[in-house]
C-alpha cells in the first residue's frame, strides 16, 4: 500500500471545503466553537459509522464478485480526479450552506454529503482491501480515517476565521495544489504505475 497516496487522499478529501466544513465554519462564526463542536462531534460519529459500513459491504461485495475491488479502485480513482476537477474549478464566493449547528444535524448531514459517501465507498477497497484482509486491520484503518476527519472537521472550528480568510484571499492556489494532489492519488490508486 502507498502510505503516502493514502494519507494524502484522506486529508484531501477531509480537510477541503465541502458541506459539512461549511456547514462549520458558518456554525462557529454565529453560534460559536462550542455550538460548532457538537456538530463535529455528531458528523465525526456518522463519519466513522460510515466506513465501518463501507468495510461490510465491500468484503460482501468482495465474496460475490471476486474482481470487485479492481472495478472499485477505478471507480475510486475516477472519483479523485472528478473531486480534483471540482475543487480546482471552485469559487471562493460560492453561498455557504445555512443549517443549525448540533449532533443530531451533524450526524445526519453526513449521510446526505455526496463527498463523504462516496469517500467512503473508495477509500476503503482503493487503499485497505487489495493489502489487507483482516477485520483488524479493517477496523484499524476505519479508527485512523475517522480521526483523520475528525481533525479535519476541528481544523475548520479552531481556524475558522483565520482559515476563511485564507482561503478567500488565496482560493486558487489552495485549490489548485489540492487538485494536483488528488490526481496523484487517483495514479497511485489506478494501478498506472
Known sequence: MNITSFFIYC??????????NMVILHSVHHFGAKKAMEYVGGATVAFGMMLASSVVLNRMLVGIIPNIVGIMQII???YMLYLAYQIFKMDSTESKPKQTANFLSGLLMQFVNPKVVLFTLTVIPSYIMP??????ASFLFVMVITVIGFFAFTTWVVFG????????HHYKLINTLMALF???SAIMVSGIL
Open 11 to 20: 486529508v484531501v478529501a477531509t480537510f477541503t471545503p465541502g458541506p459539512a
Open 76 to 78: 475510486g480513482s475516477l
Open 131 to 136: 493489502y489487507y484482509t483482516s477485520s483488524l
Open 161 to 168: 476565521a483565520v482559515f476563511k480568510r485564507f482561503l478567500i
Open 182 to 184: 488528488l490526481v496523484y
